[in-house]
């Protein structure tokens, strides 16, 4: 079967977030099988997809794995499928997805962007957990958990000159959320493009920092929406790779707009 790598929330290749992305013919195969295949493909996640029958309530079916698990949501892998539905003929105008997370909505614009419409995040303040601030490298002035669909510790940093010098020890991360910690803070210069800047770190799924992170912000949006007061905003993920995803807060929902570029469409021979 063809299997593809795509770039999500960039529009230049060997930037964003990479995705490994299969439309499958069928129902899923077995999961040790879907599991095997993301670790080979060694991305942060790999999208599998296929095809439901007309009338009901989404169009494709959507699992996403990291190398070593199943998730319950991923943002940069439904963009990465929904390009590859679009770019290929696969399927046309708005796409629907059920996942474990509900339907999910992809819809291509104009421009060639596409924005995802996910569920936003319940954000619950908490004290910072004894042992974040060595684990991660900084003091946070304030923590929040992000839900069970996104799984984090959000923390906010004192600058953006703090989140980019962070250089966390992962393994400590582990003892605090079920995936991992997403670091941020206000943008210094919102005439850079971008309002705020984040870093995700995700240790007990596998990946020690993950390059742009689509579900991350559906709890970055309502934080800074109500930090800034403005619905609409720009968020940079400052990995190596970098990449920018803008938000759009509207009320239990989240939209999240980026592009993707295709860099490898092979064939699995497995």
Known sequence: MRIRIVDAFTDRPF?????????????F???DWLQNVAMEVNHAETAFAHRLPEGGDADWALRWFTPVTEVAMCGHATLATAHVLHTTGAHTGPVRFASRSGVLVATPGADGSITLDFPTAPLTPVEVPAGVAEALGAVPAAAFDTGPNVGDLLVELADEKTVLGLAPDHGALCAYS???????????????????????????????ED???GSAHTALAPHWSARLGRDDLTGLQASRRTGLVRTALRGKRTLLTGRAVTVVDGELRA
């Open 29 to 31: 195969p077995d999961d």
């Open 15 to 27: 930037a964003g977030n990479p995705a490994g992305v299969l439309l499958l013919d069928d129902v």
């Open 211 to 213: 390059p742009v992170t």
């Open 178 to 208: 079920s995936r991992g910690i997403i670091a941020t803070a206000r943008a210094e210069d919102p005439s850079q493009g971008y309002d705020f800047v984040s870093r995700c770190f995700f240790p007990n799924v596998g990946i020690d």
